[in-house]
């Protein structure tokens, strides 16, 4: 995210396309699952989520190209304020698409019958949650696959947003501190969308804001950064 303050998102570290034969017999290690999301600072977020994740935590977009909406989960390195204390997701946060496929994560349909993709060191030869049972995938596969088409679908309404907020200028770089209880905390550097930029446009460009939903996503995106507090109130005591 070209930001130092957001120390590691959700990582693929070798990601192989699923295949009904070859993987019939593995599992998915979620120890290990679960212990990868807890340390994970951030993840890409879809704009279709930002109403639901608004209340949850902060959401802005990286500095460089293509200015993806990132959700924000720590400031400190290893920490993911929403993780409990088993590392996986808090029941009563709302829980992003890109952790709820993870390890998994939508492939190009023509390279395989099932278009999906998962993280091969998450995997175990024996034992691990099962990707198959006798009459085909099993309900943690099935409830992976849905999360990844879901994503994937999300991702071509947010690359439509996001091509609106550079049409019109509407992104703002800024590097943000706040205090918690005895320090300074400097976030970093992250865009935001400027909402003086949003008002300086003109009727026409507002109503197509308005009419194509951008303009409750900005919204939802703006109100969302008042949960950074949040994540500074949580900073682990030293």
Known sequence: MDNPQLYGGIRF????????????????????????????????????????ARSAFPIV????????????????KGHNTYAN????????????????????????????????AFDQVMSLQKGGVPLFEDDGASDYLTTKLTACKQYLEGQRTTAKFIDLMKKHGLFR???????????????????IVDINRVERLDEHDRDHLNTSGAMAAITYHLESLSQFQTLVDAIPAQ
């Open 173 to 191: 770089q800024i590097d943000q501190k706040l205090q918690s209880a005895d320090q300074v905390v400097d976030l970093g550097q992250f865009q």
């Open 61 to 76: 977009f990286s500095i460089s190209d293509p200015y993806m909406p990132i959700a924000v989960f720590g400031i400190v």
């Open 85 to 116: 204390g088993e590392g996986g997701w808090l029941s009563t946060t709302y829980e992003p698409l890109a952790i709820r496929q993870y390890p998994f994560c939508a492939a190009p349909q023509e390279a395989s019958n099932i278009p999906v």
């Open 13 to 52: 570290e070798n990601p192989i396309l699923l295949d009904t034969e070859f993987h019939s017999d593995i599992g998915i290690d979620t120890k290990r699952v679960n212990r990868s999301i807890s340390v994970a600072n951030y993840c890409q977020i879809n704009v279709e989520e930002f109403a639901d």
